[in-house]
């Protein structure tokens, strides 16, 4: 399975929106709605923002929305705000071993 | 409050083997898949396998790249879920994270903060 496709980096100025995309086949990203987002700090555990492509976990804020087109699943942060500078990076269930792929991660840097 | 705390990582020889462990807490534990992911430097996350919980009989699945040479264990009177790695080789270097099942939704609620693993001579 080759890992999905993320962008490097992706920036916004505070209050704007910005999307990250993850593109994967229809073995995966295109065959289940089982894409997960998570942030990242260096050095820091990382945290759950999207699973199930839409769905956010108790006490995410509601700025973090998800989607998903074809084999192709999207982030979406509005209101960015200077704490929400991290790496992104998606996951998706696949049937056959090893049942996970990810992205390659993506660095939102908040202008 | 939830916490998973990794240990055991360091530097080791290539042909060497290390174990991790991940201790959990602020959950009952026996009742969670658990599971260890890792990070080479520079590049994306990469599953390494699962431990299932005490309902499905502590099940293991290992992804298969690295199933002839990791093997996932739990002991779950300690919290605890290991991860033993032999015959280690560079590209084996990585951040070595464990983290939690989010209840059968296909995803990770918790993470701990990582192991760092270097391999070299």
């Known amino acids: 399975q080759s890992a999905l496709t993320q962008p490097a980096s992706v920036s916004g100025s505070p209050g704007q929106s910005i999307t990250i995309s993850c593109t994967g086949t229809s073995s995966d990203v295109g065959s289940y709605n089982f894409v997960s987002w998570y942030q990242h700090l260096p050095g820091r555990a990382p945290k759950l923002i999207i699973y199930?492509?839409?769905e956010r976990p108790s006490g995410v804020s509601n700025r973090f929305s998800g989607s998903k087109s074809g084999n192709t699943a999207s982030l979406t942060i509005s209101g960015l705000q200077a704490d929400d500078e991290a790496d992104y990076f998606c996951c998706s269930f696949v049937r056959s071993n090893p049942f996970w792929i990810f992205g390659g991660g993506t660095k939102l840097t908040v202008l | 409050e939830v916490q998973l705390v990794e240990s055991g990582g360091g530097l080791v020889q290539p042909g060497g083997s290390l174990r991790l462990s991940c201790a959990g807490s602020g959950f009952t534990f026996s009742n969670s898949h658990m599971d260890w992911v890792r990070q080479a430097p520079g590049k994306g996350l990469e599953w390494i396998g699962r431990?299932?919980?005490?309902?499905?009989?502590?099940?293991?699945e290992h992804a298969a790249s690295l199933a002839d040479r990791f093997t996932i264990s739990r002991d779950d009177s300690k919290n605890s879920l290991y991860l033993q790695m032999n015959s280690l080789a560079t590209e084996d270097t990585a951040v070595y994270y464990c983290?939690?099942?989010?209840?059968?939704?296909?995803?990770?609620?918790?993470w701990g903060q990582g192991t760092l693993v270097t391999v070299s001579s």
């Open positions: 431990s299932r919980n005490k309902h499905e009989g502590h099940a293991t």
């Open positions: 983290a939690r099942d989010n209840h059968g939704n296909f995803s990770w609620d918790y």
């Open positions: 199930n492509v839409n």
